[in-house]
């Protein structure tokens, strides 16, 4: 317990101190003009309360990454903890406030677009493609997880105690599979959620979902101290504690395995959405900077209440087995043993809440990218149409694909996606002589994770462990000297 109390502390004080430290290195400016004043649309550019765009933001990040996510990760054993507070305040919370800031500073423009203007036209377009991919496939996971679990809630109540069907539900489900009709559900509702003004669906309904979600995290957290016994403590050891340790090693896939609980390149896809409804910059960091905080200690507790409930890493990983692999079903067990059945309720619906809420903000960022890439004026719904439904027809298409393959795909997409922001975040740091080191840190070593990760992995190149990490430290290498080449010839500039 004292490791977890510790982690959460450090976690806390990172937001005011290092998130301070951040916000004065970019130069948060209260008197500047915001998009959501100077472009404001009714659709897209919408000024909102700060506590409300906190909570859309803390839910558009959120997803099941520091959930699931978490619950993966910390198999590998304590060096979890290390990683979710390392990596929350020096990297994803980082991350998330520059890209959110930074889109701002430029009117609410989409991350391709910052990540082009930095790193030039052709990393632009591949950009382009690459994150639009990457929202579509979110999508595509983000239906898929948010309607197993709601076919499971909806038989865990609709079934009596003697075990009976309803007949209504034995109708339904003579005709499709109830997770397909749930499927259908979370599908319209994404449609409407895209095309509709970002005040009439997400700005009226994410704060209640967000509030679900954040009583979840809590009652998790109370229920911890009476179940003390069994949390992994960091005195125990980093060595890896996965059952498959010897083709798993912590070094990269822990680090895939727990992405938005720590950094992830998704969430600066969504910092844009919000930056377009901010009416001060100085609101910059509670927003992005402090929603990441949040997303890590939701992460930070899970990990640790997933090895408080199976009594050890060891029976975390014969529950998972036990149970298809699905930390579906452990949620679910430790919302209801520890919270009750009214506790368990409005903790599961905020777990199941939390992807449908990421799925539906990644398919709206996924039109706002390709209307910005069109230069395709989105005030009509008609062009809001044109853009859409090609975007719902390939996330729909991506669906029929084995959803194991999607995650592994997504996980190693995402983080890929965070390196590419955060060496443009470098690259206009130091254009614009501020401190670039909290990014380029930050950026050499997702570099190593992320080329590591897909040489060495089964779904990547299946390559030798240590020629795989080679690459990995060979191709961050390399961009280390494309930066160094940059910097000498910006001082060459600067000095003409």
């Known amino acids: 317990m004292i490791s977890f109390l510790v982690a959460?502390?450090?976690?806390?004080?990172?937001?005011?101190?290092?998130?301070?430290?951040?916000?004065?290195?970019?130069?948060?400016?209260?008197?500047?003009?915001?998009?959501?004043?100077?472009?404001?649309?009714?659709?897209?550019?919408?000024?909102?309360?700060?506590?409300?765009?906190?909570?859309?933001?803390?839910?558009?990040?959120?997803?099941l990454g520091p959930i699931f996510g978490a619950i993966m990760g910390v198999l590998y054993g304590p060096a979890a903890y290390l990683w979710i507070v390392l990596g929350t305040i020096f990297a994803g919370a980082v991350h998330d406030y520059l890209s959110g800031m930074l889109s701002l500073r430029r009117g609410g423009v989409s991350l391709p677009e910052i990540i082009g203007d930095e790193l030039g036209n052709g990393v632009k377009q591949v950009m382009r493609v690459f994150s639009l991919?990457?929202?579509?496939?979110?999508?595509?996971?983000?239906?898929?997880?948010?309607?197993?679990?709601?076919?499971?809630?909806?038989?865990?109540?609709?079934?009596?105690?003697?075990?009976?069907?309803?007949?209504?539900?034995?109708?339904?489900?003579?005709?499709?599979?109830?997770?397909?009709w749930w499927v259908i559900i979370v599908f319209v509702y994404y449609i409407l959620a895209t095309l509709?003004?970002?005040?009439?669906?997400?700005?009226?309904?994410?704060?209640?979902?967000?509030?679900?979600?954040?009583?979840?995290?809590?009652?998790?957290?109370?229920?911890?101290f009476f179940n003390v016994e069994s949390m992994p403590e960091l005195t125990d050891g980093l060595h890896n504690r996965?059952?498959?340790?010897?083709?798993?090693?912590?070094?990269?896939?822990?680090?895939?395995?727990?992405?938005?609980?720590?950094?992830?390149?998704?969430?600066?896809?969504?910092?844009?959405?919000?930056?377009?409804?901010l009416k001060n910059e100085r609101l910059g960091r509670p927003?992005?900077?402090?929603?990441?905080?949040?997303?890590?200690i939701v992460a930070l507790i899970w990990a640790a209440a997933?090895?408080?409930f199976t009594g050890s890493f060891e029976g975390l990983a014969e529950y998972l087995t036990a149970n298809g692999s699905k930390p579906a079903v452990l949620v679910n067990n430790i919302s209801v043993e520890w919270l009750g059945a009214a506790g368990g309720?409005?903790?599961?619906?905020?777990?199941?809440?939390?992807?449908?809420?990421?799925?539906?903000?990644?398919?709206?960022?996924?039109?706002?990218?390709?209307?910005?890439?069109?230069?395709?004026?989105?005030a009509s719904i008609r062009n809001r149409l044109i853009i859409t439904i090609p975007i719902f027809a390939l996330s729909f298409a991506i669906m029929m694909i084995?959803?194991?393959?999607?995650?592994?795909?997504?996980?190693?997409?995402?983080?890929?996606?965070?390196?590419?922001?955060?060496?443009?975040?470098?690259?206009?740091?130091?254009?614009?002589?501020?401190?670039?080191?909290?990014?380029?840190?930050?950026?050499?070593?997702?570099?190593?994770?992320?080329?590591?990760?897909?040489?060495?992995?089964?779904?990547?190149?299946?390559l030798n462990y240590y020629l795989s990490v080679g690459i990995g430290l060979g191709v961050a290498a390399f961009f280390t000297i494309l930066f160094v080449r940059y910097m000498r010839k910006l001082k060459t500039t600067q000095l003409l």
């Not at 083709?247 to 377009?276: D, E, K, N, W, Y």
């Open 8 to 63: 959460l502390a450090v976690l806390i004080a990172g937001y005011f101190v290092y998130g301070k430290i951040v916000e004065r290195i970019f130069g948060a400016d209260a008197t500047r003009p915001t998009p959501a004043v100077t472009k404001a649309d009714g659709v897209d550019f919408i000024p909102m309360p700060t506590w409300r765009i906190f909570l859309i933001q803390f839910l558009n990040i959120a997803g």
């Open 133 to 180: 991919l990457l929202l579509i496939l979110v999508g595509a996971v983000f239906v898929i997880n948010p309607a197993e679990l709601l076919s499971g809630f909806t038989m865990q109540y609709a079934v009596g105690e003697g075990g009976e069907v309803p007949a209504w539900l034995q109708a339904i489900t003579h005709i499709m599979p109830l997770q397909w």
């Open 196 to 224: 509709l003004p970002v005040d009439k669906i997400i700005g009226k309904f994410y704060p209640i979902f967000g509030f679900a979600l954040l009583f979840m995290a809590v009652g998790i957290l109370v229920a911890l």
């Open 242 to 277: 996965h059952p498959q340790a010897d083709v798993m090693p912590i070094f990269p896939m822990m680090f895939i395995s727990i992405a938005c609980g720590a950094i992830s390149g998704f969430h600066a896809t969504q910092s844009p959405l919000m930056a377009r409804c």
């Open 287 to 296: 927003v992005f900077y402090g929603a990441m905080v949040v997303e890590g």
């Open 306 to 308: 997933a090895i408080a």
């Open 345 to 378: 309720f409005l903790a599961l619906l905020g777990v199941i809440f939390a992807p449908i809420t990421s799925g539906d903000t990644a398919l709206r960022s996924a039109r706002l990218i390709a209307a910005d890439f069109l230069k395709f004026d989105q």
């Open 402 to 462: 084995d959803f194991n393959i999607l995650w592994r795909y997504f996980a190693w997409s995402n983080q890929t996606l965070s390196v590419f922001t955060l060496w443009a975040l470098t690259v206009w740091l130091a254009r614009e002589k501020k401190c670039y080191w909290i990014t380029l840190i930050p950026a050499l070593f997702m570099t190593v994770v992320s080329v590591s990760y897909i040489m060495y992995a089964p779904e990547g190149l299946s």
